[in-house]
T-cell receptor
Framework: ETGVTQTPRHLVMGMTNKKSLKCEQH?????MYWYKQSAKKPLELMFV???????ENNSVPSRFSPECPNSSHLFLHLHTLQPEDSALYLC??????????????FGPGTRLTVL | DQQVKQNSPSLSVQEGRISILNCDYT??????FLWYKKYPAEGPTFLIS?????DKNEDGRFTVFLNKSAKHLSLHIVPSQPGDSAVYFC????????????FGGGTRLMVKP
């Protein structure tokens, strides 16, 4: 497999459920990102990891919990979500996050619906 | 307050003609700009970028123009093809903020045969 993969592609969950989104990159990159795209809104950066250390958290609610066990894998653990959290969650990776000119490569996204 | 704006939510163009997608930004610290293209059910794919030290970058049918004084950039696609129909996102980053991208809201381009 090549590029950035995400599983599952679609997820429906209740507000009391706990679920996890998975992202894997096969590009040898050192930085990984979680973005959220809500309807009619721009992509919003949620978390950034560089060499498995979190370097950015844009004031995301604690019901979203990221985990980066190694430079190839990134998880987003979800618990007690709200219906307004329904969105497309996109993972991306780049060579590193220090330079502003590193291109980010995106996965296909997970379409999350919270009932 | 959105720092990157794409004021046209949609654009329709005839095949073979030029498509011009526009993007405005407010943060003067942005020094690198990118365009991404997104098809339904897929993630955004990188298309073309430009550094603030340039005012034009060309790659095949795609050209990005940057006007720093106006804080404006545009993507030209010539000639437009039906396969170019997608949502196009403008994004910007600044060297003082690492590789944190700020995205515009996107413009849906429809190229009619």
């Amino acid at each position: 497999e090549t590029g950035v993969t995400q599983t599952p592609r679609h997820l429906v969950m209740g507000m009391t459920n706990k679920k996890s989104l998975k992202c894997e990159q096969h590009l040898g990159h050192n930085a990984m990102y979680w973005y959220k795209q809500s309807a009619k809104k721009p992509l919003e950066l949620m978390f950034v990891y560089s060499l498995e250390e979190r370097v950015e958290n844009n004031s995301v609610p604690s019901r979203f919990s990221p985990e980066c066990p190694n430079s190839s894998h990134l998880f987003l653990h979800l618990h007690t979500l709200q219906p307004e959290d329904s969105a497309l969650y996109l993972c991306a990776s780049s060579q590193d996050n220090r330079g502003s000119t590193d291109t980010q490569y995106f996965g296909p996204g997970t379409r999350l619906t919270v009932l | 307050d959105q720092q990157v704006k794409q004021n046209s939510p949609s654009l329709s163009v005839q095949e073979g003609r030029i498509s011009i997608l526009n993007c405005d930004y407010t943060n003067s610290m942005f020094d690198y700009f990118l365009w991404y293209k997104k098809y339904p059910a897929e993630g955004p794919t990188f298309l073309i970028s430009i550094s603030s030290i340039k005012d034009k970058n060309e790659d095949g049918r795609f050209t990005v123009f940057l006007n720093k004084s106006a804080k404006h950039l545009s993507l030209h696609i010539v000639p437009s093809q039906p396969g170019d129909s997608a949502v196009y996102f403008c994004a910007a980053s600044g060297s003082n903020a690492g590789n944190m991208l700020t995205f515009g809201g996107g413009t849906r381009l429809m190229v009619k045969p």
